[in-house]
């Protein structure tokens, strides 16, 4: 298991727990904390080409569904929060909880780092050290519910009847 709290975890291996937090999915064992990232994907994970294959290993380890993709922050919607962040080239990672607009204008977002911390960041602050590459993250549907060959069985055997 990997605690979000542990400061020897990879830090993707602390968002993606806090991920879980966040969606309230337990681990196999009922608990509340995240799973470790896969075996040896900290020795190619910052390879060219390698971090989308390591999101998406990750995420499924974690009961999750991970899609990467290039995006700028307004671009981002709020229905699809909390996301995950890359900066410096996906050597460090964030997520982003939510934005608000304060009296004078300036939209500001709310940020959880891989320790559990969180903070009210200008977004134009955010823009300078991100990336453009963000990776969301939901619960993953059930083993086979959303499968198409489960479902044409389904509606074979029903017709069956």
């Known amino acids: 298991m990997t605690d979000p709290s542990r400061s020897d975890s990879p830090a993707s291996a602390k968002v993606l727990g806090l991920v879980r937090l966040h969606h309230g999915l337990p681990d196999s064992r009922g608990g509340e904390k995240g799973r470790a ?5 900290g020795a190619d994970f ?3 080409g390698r971090l989308g294959r390591h ?3 990750a995420a499924r380890l974690n009961h999750l ?3 990467r993709r290039r995006s700028g922050l307004e671009e981002i919607p709020d229905s699809r929060l909390p996301v ?3 900066l410096s080239g996906g050597r460090r990672c964030l997520l982003l909880l939510g934005r608000e607009r304060t009296s004078s204008g ?3 977002c709310r940020v959880q780092f891989p320790d559990a911390r969180e903070a009210l960041v200008s977004e134009s602050s955010l823009r300078e050290s991100y990336d453009g590459v963000c990776v969301f993250l939901a619960p993953a549907r059930r083993a086979g519910a959303g499968s198409p060959w489960l479902r044409r069985m389904r509606r074979r055997l ?4």
């Open 55 to 57: 999101w998406q290993r």
């Open 106 to 108: 300036e939209t500001r």
């Open 84 to 86: 995950v962040l890359e």
């Open 46 to 48: 910052f390879r060219p």
């Open 65 to 67: 569904a991970a899609s």
């Open 158 to 161: 029903a017709g069956r009847r």
């Open 37 to 41: 990232q896969p075996t040896g994907a």
